[in-house]
């Protein structure tokens, strides 16, 4: 579904409270510079739905645009967001009251942030634009170490990671209106896993000096989990293996968080079985061939588990997600 909204369809007086509303319901909320000129503010906001992702172009006349903390409280939910800028631009992002961070976005770099922090965005020399994957928080967040982003992440256009989200994004905005609205969900959410291979990196690749060597090895640990989570071998013997250190030093590195080896596992594996069964593209597949698929060897085992971790079983996720797209 293609959508789109202009302020200059509108009376002067609205414009500006109309693109606030049209930005939050299409992609995040955020608050344009006043214009210079009582009534001469102009801006639109377009998107392509495909189930609860965006992809959404955004353009306001000015250099400045804001997310405040009333922004921030009419959103509805947590959401991800890629975000592409098409000339340099400065941001400031607030992660927290006391902590901000400040990043130089060049032209072609994307930003991949949380819409729970405010942030100031400046150019030169307006309009203000933007293109964007806006994601809801549980698409993602099971794809993230700890679930969820500890700073916004800038991915530059020239890395690889940056040439292939840059690719990717282009193609999606091409793309999508020639997929049927499941077929692009679909597509979205495998482009999710991309973008957490770049938080990944971005986050773990270029550790700090804070870091400890035990905080790597635990990241690096669920890295090789993640991503052979489908493989039924995937054993504490074979992740040790793959980081060079014993099996007891792969349990000691769990011992600190709230999940042990085994635990981490099951979640993961879990989580992937959930989002198998309300995708659109396993919606042809039993959940044996889902359980089975994403390393499970006891079908018992996993119906347990699956309903001790979400509480409810298999069968009811996938009604639930087939009564949801009628």
């Not at 819409?115 to 099971?142: C, H, K, N, Y």
């Not at 198998?276 to 119906?303: E, K, M, Q």
């Amino acid at each position: 579904m293609q959508v789109s909204f202009s302020v200059d369809e509108v009376a002067a007086h609205q414009r500006e409270r109309l693109f606030r509303e049209a930005a939050s319901k299409w992609a995040i909320g955020v608050t344009p510079a006043a214009a210079s000129e009582p009534g001469s503010f102009s801006g639109r906001v377009s998107a392509q739905i495909a189930g609860p992702f965006a992809l959404a172009q955004a353009e306001a006349a000015t250099n400045v645009v804001r997310r405040t903390r009333a922004d921030v409280a009419r959103d509805t939910a947590i959401k991800f967001r890629l975000v592409r800028a098409p000339v340099e631009t400065l941001q400031t992002v607030a992660l927290t009251h006391a902590r901000s961070e400040e990043l130089r976005v060049g032209a072609g770099d994307m930003v991949i942030s949380s819409s729970e922090w405010t942030f100031v965005s400046t150019v030169d020399a307006g309009p203000t634009s933007a293109e964007m994957l806006v994601i809801p928080q549980e698409r993602l967040a099971p794809l993230l170490a700890g679930g969820h982003l500890t700073r916004p992440l800038l991915v530059r256009a020239a890395s690889p990671l940056g040439a292939l989200l840059g690719a990717g994004l282009s193609a999606a905005f091409t793309q999508l209106p020639r997929l049927s609205p499941e077929l692009g969900e679909a597509v979205l959410q495998n482009f999710c896993g991309m973008m957490a291979l770049a938080l990944g990196a971005g986050e773990d690749g270029q550790p700090t000096a804070r870091q400890s060597l035990r905080e790597m090895r635990l990241a690096a640990a669920k890295r090789h989990v993640d991503a052979h989570l489908s493989d039924p071998a995937l054993t504490p013997a074979s992740v040790a293996g793959a980081l060079g250190i014993s099996v007891r030093q792969l349990h000691l590195l769990f011992q600190p968080t709230a999940e042990s080896f085994g635990q981490y596992v099951t979640r993961r594996r879990l989580e992937a079985c959930r989002a198998a069964l309300t995708s659109p593209v396993g919606a042809r597949r039993s959940v044996l061939d889902i359980a089975y698929g994403w390393g499970f060897d006891n079908l018992s085992t996993f119906y347990s588990a699956f309903s001790r971790t979400f509480g409810v079983t298999p069968g009811d996720v996938r009604a639930a997600a087939r009564r949801g797209g009628n």
